[in-house]
Antibody
């Protein structure tokens, strides 16, 4: 069974940083792209970015709203993907999900990130 | 960016009746070399992550009941629940993966009448 578990969420002040982790199991992690998405309270779904597999040179794509502030990386030896979030803004408050794939997605349970002073 | 527009925003359907959700993309999602539509559908229940229902517009994910069906091509797509059950109450989203950025429709909330 595919499982994705996000961790690292919490309350952070504007301008600060936070790193989320996504630990995967139930599939060959290194063969897949990993996406990050978010959902603000009462809102729809927003794609944050993805990192492709080593077969595709681990290329990364980002949404315009986070480009230059967020960085996605992966460690295939640990089956973990990361989302480093810098210069956080109040509008980054959301539940953050990781998902397997860069096309159709299989989602984790999510972790709450709240940016507030 | 490809804009995805869903309609209606919400609908209330009696148990056992049909529910139809529409999704329109701002450009064609049909990739000519593969003849596939780069569209997925998801179901999200309160407090849960989205669950994949369909990919390639009409390929049902394993375990999804066959009362759910996906159809359409190009820019116009439909998710149909053939006979609504109580457990189908949720918000449904379409998503294009034709190219990055991946984009989603605004969601359709399905309730029981």
């Amino acid at each position: 069974e595919v499982q994705l578990v996000e961790s690292g969420g919490g309350l952070v002040h504007p301008g600060r940083s936070l790193r989320l982790s996504c630990t995967a199991s139930g599939f060959t992690f290194g063969n897949y792209a990993l996406s990050w998405l978010r959902q603000a309270p009462g809102r729809g779904l927003e794609w944050v970015g993805f990192i492709r597999s080593k077969s595709y040179d681990e290329t990364v794509e980002y949404a315009a709203s986070v480009k230059g502030r967020f960085t996605i990386s992966r460690d295939d030896s640990k089956s973990v993907a990361y989302l480093q979030m810098n210069s956080l803004k109040t509008e980054d408050t959301a539940v953050y999900y990781c998902a397997r794939g860069e096309s159709w997605l299989t989602w984790g349970q999510g972790t709450q990130v709240t940016v507030s002073s | 960016d490809i804009v995805m527009t869903q309609s209606p925003d919400s609908l209330a359907v009696s148990l056992g009746e049909r529910a139809t959700i529409n999704c329109k993309s701002s450009q064609s999602l049909l990739y000519s070399s593969t003849n596939e539509n780069y569209l997925a559908w998801y179901q999200q229940k309160p407090g849960q992550p989205p669950k994949l229902l369909f990919y390639w517009a009409s390929t049902r994910e394993s375990g999804v009941p066959d009362r759910f069906s996906g159809s359409g091509s190009g820019t116009d797509f439909t998710l149909t629940i053939g006979s609504l059950q109580a457990e189908d109450v949720a918000v449904y989203y379409c998503q294009q993966y034709y190219h990055a950025p991946l984009t989603f429709g605004g969601g359709t909330k399905v309730e029981i009448k």
